[in-house]
């Protein structure tokens, strides 16, 4: 089956910097990969995703590239506001037999003022 | 359009105890899953469901029995449970296949005393 690796498990910068949040997968055949942020105690909630025929794409501040060879993908955030503390996972959709989405361990950020 | 509803929001159960955990949703998916996640831990793959009468095990299905007998239901089943079952309960769905988002409940904090 899938396994979807994310690193860093936590990320501290300063609001109005960049952030880079980093996904690797290990099934090539693997097609879709979204983005989700969860606000303590709230439901994880998609904020992009990409699929395996597309090597970026943006949406306003954030931005998520993959690289099909290597397989990996990653979450850009440029000029970080306090708002986007949060955790954000990966994953990656193992179609297979069947569609299974599998989530990275996450990544909790924070914005500090 | 409530999208995926659980109930309950919060339970807590006494060691052998058994209780049925309830997912719905209202958007026509024929995908659904069950994601149990711990304190400050990513999100783990109990039971997926394809369609109605389809179900596969994830990567965490002991202690868990799934049933799909019509496409908006979806419950999780716990029949003795256990201290390590104690986490938040996330059911999700999804249409289906690659390029689809996955929509979350709110989530079902059960505490296993």
């Known amino acids: 089956g899938e396994n979807v690796e994310q690193h860093p498990s936590t990320l501290s910068v300063q609001e109005g910097d960049s952030a880079v949040i980093k996904c690797t997968y290990s099934d090539s055949a693997s097609n879709y990969f979204p983005w989700y942020k969860q606000e303590l105690g709230k439901r994880p909630q998609l904020i992009i995703d990409?699929?395996?025929?597309?090597g970026e794409k943006k949406d306003q501040r954030i931005a998520v590239t993959l690289n099909k060879t290597a397989k990996h993908f990653s979450l850009h955030i440029t000029e970080t506001q306090p708002e986007d503390s949060a955790v954000y996972f990966c994953a990656a959709l193992y179609t297979g037999t069947a569609s299974k989405l599998t989530f990275g361990t996450g990544t909790r950020l924070q914005v500090t003022l | 359009n409530a999208g995926v509803t659980q109930t309950p929001k919060f339970r807590i159960l006494k060691i052998g105890q058994s209780m049925t955990l309830q997912c719905t949703q209202d958007m026509n998916h024929n995908y659904m899953y069950w994601y149990r996640q711990d304190p400050g831990m990513g999100l783990k793959l109990i039971y997926y469901?394809?369609?109605?009468?389809?179900?596969d095990k994830g990567e965490v299905p002991n202690g868990y029995n799934v049933s799909r007998s019509t496409t908006e239901d979806f419950p999780l089943r716990l029949e003795l449970a256990a201290p390590s079952q104690t986490s938040v309960y996330f059911c999700a769905s999804s249409q289906g296949l690659e390029g689809t988002e996955a929509f979350f409940g709110q989530g079902t904090r059960l505490t296993v005393v």
């Open positions: 990409i699929r395996s025929n597309v």
């Open positions: 469901s394809v369609g109605a009468g389809i179900t």
